[in-house]
C-alpha cells in the first residue's frame, strides 16, 4: 500500500470515531469511507494484476496469497448441553452437536422445534410438528436424479423421481 492509500484509512478512523462523537454528519463519514472503499479496491486489483503477471517467474508469491486468502476456523467454542451444562472437550462437542443435528430427524420434539412452531394467527398453532422418517429420507436420497438440474422453488421436489 501506499502512503496516500495509508492516510486515506486513517482520515476514514478518525472520521468514523469522530462520527462516534457527534462531531462529524454522517453524510460525510460515508462519503469518506466510500472514496477509501474504492482507493482500496483499486490497489487490490493492481497488486493481483501484477502477482498474476508475475507468477511464472515467482510462484512462491502467489501461493502465499492464496493461501491467506483461505478462511479457516480454528475451533468451536464450548457449547451448551441440553441439561445446562457447559461442554469444553472436543469429543463432548462433537457429542452435542451430533445430538443437535440427528434430532432434526426424529420424531422427538424439542426445544428448537417447539420455539418454530409457535406463532399467533396461524392454522398450525396447536398442531403437531411434521416428521420426516429415515426411510423417507433413504427413498428420496435412492431416487434423486444427480445430473437434473434444479427447478424453481415452486416445484415439491426438483430432482425427484416418483414424488408429486
Given at each position: 500500500?501506499?502512503?496516500?492509500?495509508?492516510?486515506?484509512?486513517?482520515?476514514?478512523?478518525?472520521?468514523y470515531?469522530?462520527?462516534?462523537?457527534?462531531?462529524?454528519?454522517?453524510?460525510?463519514?460515508?462519503?469518506?469511507?466510500?472514496?477509501?472503499?474504492?482507493?482500496?479496491?483499486?490497489?487490490?486489483?493492481?497488486?493481483?494484476?501484477?502477482?498474476?503477471?508475475?507468477?511464472?517467474?515467482?510462484?512462491?508469491?502467489?501461493?502465499?496469497?492464496?493461501?491467506?486468502?483461505?478462511?479457516?476456523?480454528?475451533?468451536?467454542?464450548?457449547?451448551?448441553?441440553?441439561?445446562?451444562?457447559?461442554?469444553?472437550?472436543?469429543?463432548?462437542?462433537?457429542?452435542?452437536?451430533?445430538?443437535?443435528?440427528?434430532?432434526?430427524?426424529?420424531?422427538?420434539?424439542?426445544?428448537?422445534?417447539?420455539?418454530?412452531?409457535?406463532?399467533?394467527?396461524?392454522?398450525?398453532?396447536?398442531?403437531?410438528?411434521?416428521?420426516?422418517g429415515?426411510?423417507?429420507?433413504?427413498?428420496?436420497?435412492?431416487?434423486?436424479?444427480?445430473?437434473?438440474?434444479?427447478?424453481?422453488?415452486?416445484?415439491?421436489?426438483?430432482?425427484?423421481?416418483?414424488?408429486?
Amino acid at each position: 500500500m501506499n502512503k496516500e492509500l495509508l492516510d486515506k484509512l486513517k482520515h476514514k478512523k478518525e472520521a468514523y470515531r469522530g462520527w462516534k462523537q457527534g462531531q462529524v454528519a454522517w453524510e460525510e463519514y460515508r462519503e469518506i469511507v466510500q472514496a477509501a472503499r474504492e482507493q482500496v479496491r483499486k490497489a487490490k486489483a493492481l497488486i493481483e494484476l501484477n502477482m498474476a503477471r508475475d507468477v511464472k517467474g515467482n510462484k512462491k508469491s502467489f501461493y502465499r496469497y492464496v493461501s491467506d486468502k483461505r478462511k479457516t476456523r480454528g475451533n468451536v467454542g464450548p457449547l451448551w448441553k441440553e441439561t445446562g451444562d457447559l461442554v469444553t472437550q472436543d469429543m463432548e462437542k462433537a457429542e452435542v452437536l451430533h445430538d443437535f443435528f440427528a434430532s432434526v430427524f426424529t420424531s422427538k420434539c424439542s426445544s428448537h422445534t417447539a420455539q418454530v412452531t409457535e406463532g399467533k394467527g396461524r392454522d398450525w398453532e396447536n398442531a403437531e410438528p411434521p416428521t420426516v422418517g429415515e426411510d423417507q429420507v433413504r427413498d428420496h436420497l435412492r431416487n434423486l436424479k444427480v445430473h437434473k438440474s434444479m427447478g424453481p422453488d415452486e416445484n415439491a421436489a426438483p430432482g425427484l423421481e416418483g414424488t408429486g
